[in-house]
């Protein structure tokens, strides 16, 4: 039961700060490219590229869950909720390590 109140806020807290990274992403890209005219001349390959790699971390972060859950699974012990829980915090914390390396960026 509690379980189910940690990936709840978890995904609530997710989805807030997506929410608010995908439109301030976009604008930053955009406002960012039209600082000179070479620059703006390549906008929309700026946005572009903005929004495809959101999806390509997504699929990412799905790929490596998908196979923690295929070790396991091999293993024989993916019905216990101590090893899903296990897999869902290092499949988390491998994405934060690469957000975390991001924020000098922004």
């Not at 000179?36 to 572009?48: M, N, W, Y």
């Amino acid at each position: 039961h509690q379980f189910f109140w940690w990936i709840f806020g978890s995904y609530l807290l997710f989805g807030i700060g997506v929410g608010g990274e995908y439109p301030l992403s976009a604008s930053i890209a955009s406002e960012r490219s039209l600082a000179t005219k070479q620059t703006a001349l390549k906008r929309g390959r700026d946005v572009l590229l903005t929004f495809s790699c959101q999806g390509v971390g997504q699929n990412l972060g799905n790929m490596v869950f998908f196979f923690l859950t295929l070790g396991c699974t091999n293993k024989g012990n993916c019905d216990e909720a101590s090893i899903v829980a296990m897999n869902y915090r290092i499949s988390m914390g491998i994405s934060l390590i690469f957000l975390t390396l991001l924020l000098p960026y922004r």
